[in-house]
């Protein structure tokens, strides 16, 4: 197997730990959390990656003490405005999902702007996760197709007809998910684009996640022997497996491109 992911997402655990183990406030680990965000994007779109997801900021993060919620949000808000410019030389064209509504008016308005000045960019797809949930996308995708097919029930609904109204109906599901920071769960990430996406788990704490780790962490999915329900005599002796996945993935990106 020689294989590269064309979509990685990203869960950036252990900014705090970080901080805490070089004696420093939590925010210092977001501060440098942020930073490692810069350096692990651009070694993506230099690796020729298509699409990256980063998971900035969960819907359940407004738990957190009120200083450090606003810290995540300056620095988000920062971000766009330092960053911008760069991404559209080098090519970047940034999303972001989740619920916006919630976020100050100038972050939103700087979120939409970004997305307008980078939209006709082609190389990396970078998509910002900023209070979003895996469950609120789900339920949210059901009631959209729901307004959409005023006529029809539930009965009537596949995989695919939903997947189009998730937050993320231009991009491919992961096939590679990195967390740092040790812990082995999905913390509510992309739920449903992660089915069948292989699954890395490090000890290294996000601000030091860096080009080389990343690289490791491709080395590990290289080798990775991707089943989809199979069994791996199947995988290795039975071609014909593969064109049905190509037709459905055609069938599927159709769906994407509402054309029939
Ligand atoms: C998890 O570390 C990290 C977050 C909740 C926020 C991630 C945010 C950034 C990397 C910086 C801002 C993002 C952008 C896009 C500019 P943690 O605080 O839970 O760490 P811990 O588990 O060690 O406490």
Redesign the pocket.
């Known amino acids: 197997m020689n294989q590269t992911p064309q979509h990685i997402a990203i869960i ?7 901080a805490k183990k070089h004696l420093m406030p ?1 925010t210092v ?2 501060v440098r ?2 930073a ?2 810069r350096h692990i994007v651009k070694a993506c779109n230099d690796t020729g990656i298509r699409y990256l997801t ?1 998971f ?3 819907s359940e ?1 407004w738990r957190r003490p009120a200083d450090e919620v606003s810290a ?1 949000m300056g ?2 808000l920062q ?1 766009l405005e330092n960053e911008v410019a760069e991404m559209k030389a080098a090519g970047i064209r940034l999303r972001v999902i989740g619920d916006r509504s919630a976020f100050a008016p100038l972050l939103q308005s700087r979120i939409d702007q970004a997305e307008l000045d980078t939209a006709y960019n082609t190389r990396l797809n970078l998509t ?1 996760a900023a209070n979003y949930g895996g469950q609120w996308d789900v339920l949210n995708a059901m009631r959209a197709w729901q307004l959409a097919h005023p006529h029809q029930t539930l009965q009537d609904m596949d995989a695919a007809a939903l997947a189009v109204h998730l937050s993320t109906p231009e991009l491919p599901d992961p096939e590679l998910l990195i967390r740092t ?1 040790g812990e082995s769960r999905i913390s509510n990430f992309l739920l449903w684009q992660t089915a069948y996406t292989e699954l890395y788990f490090t000890d290294v ?2 601000p030091d996640f860096d080009a080389a780790a990343l690289k490791s962490s491709l080395y590990w999915y290289a080798q990775r022997v991707r089943r989809f329900g199979r069994t791996d005599e199947q995988v290795h002796t039975t071609p014909e497996w593969q064109a049905d996945e190509t037709a459905t993935a055609l069938l599927d990106l159709a769906a994407r491109l509402k054309i029939s």
């Open positions: 950036m655990d252990g900014n705090g730990r970080w939590r680990g977001h959390g942020a490692n965000v980063l900035a900021f969960s993060n995540l620095l988000f971000y910002i920071g704490h996000w």
